[in-house]
């Protein structure tokens, strides 16, 4: 695997039938399913699932290159990179690859997150434990 911006994760995910579509190839729907998936899990992981009451991420874009289709069966191992971080946002990369084929990447994304004030609808500062796993991931962010 080889990337230009610190790997801070890794998830991975094994595709399920149902989410080939007609030609018998992973669904682009899927792959930002799979992304939000991934995310979701890495925010659980540092102790911050979404919580409607309290402050969170919100997307304000993504975009995904689709590389090499994916068929089914697979696991997909997903990297979550560091590309910048902000004061209240965070822009990370990600990979796919195919587990058993670590040098093709199948597909590249990027994502930007905002942190929010659910309730104030307001950006916020990413929590400091957030901002700490992060650096302590990728100390020459």
Same mark, same amino acid.
């Given at each position: 695997? +080889?990337?230009?911006?610190?790997?801070?994760?890794?998830?991975?995910?094994?595709?399920? $039938?149902?989410?080939?579509?007609?030609?018998?190839h @992973?669904n682009? +729907?899927?792959?930002?399913r799979y &992304?939000?998936?991934v995310?979701?899990e $890495? &925010?659980?992981?540092l102790?911050?699932?979404?919580?409607?009451?309290?402050?969170g991420?919100v &997307?304000?874009?993504?975009?995904c290159?689709?590389r090499?289709?994916l +068929?089914?069966p697979?696991?997909l191992?997903?990297?979550?990179? @560091? %590309?910048? @971080?902000g004061?209240?946002? &965070?822009?990370?990369?990600?990979?796919? !690859?195919?587990?058993?084929?670590?040098?093709?990447?199948? #597909?590249? #994304? %990027?994502?930007?997150?905002?942190?929010v004030d !659910?309730?104030?609808?307001k950006?916020?500062?990413?929590?400091d434990?957030i901002?700490d #796993?992060? @650096?302590?991931?990728?100390?020459?962010?």
């Open positions: 695997m +080889t990337t230009q911006f610190p790997i801070i994760d890794r998830k991975t995910i094994a595709m399920r $039938w149902g989410d080939m579509d007609a030609v018998g @992973l682009n +729907t899927y792959y930002f &992304l939000e998936q995310r979701v $890495w &925010l659980q992981s102790g911050y699932g979404i919580d409607p009451d309290a402050v991420p &997307l304000a874009s993504t975009a290159t689709y090499k289709q +068929t089914y697979a696991t191992e997903i990297t979550i990179e @560091l %590309e910048k @971080l004061r209240s946002s &965070l822009k990370l990369r990600h990979h796919f !690859y195919k587990q058993g084929d670590p040098d093709t990447v199948y #597909a590249s #994304a %990027e994502v930007t997150l905002v942190w !659910y309730k104030a609808e950006s916020v500062p990413i929590p434990p901002r #796993a992060i @650096l302590k991931a990728a100390p020459a962010a």
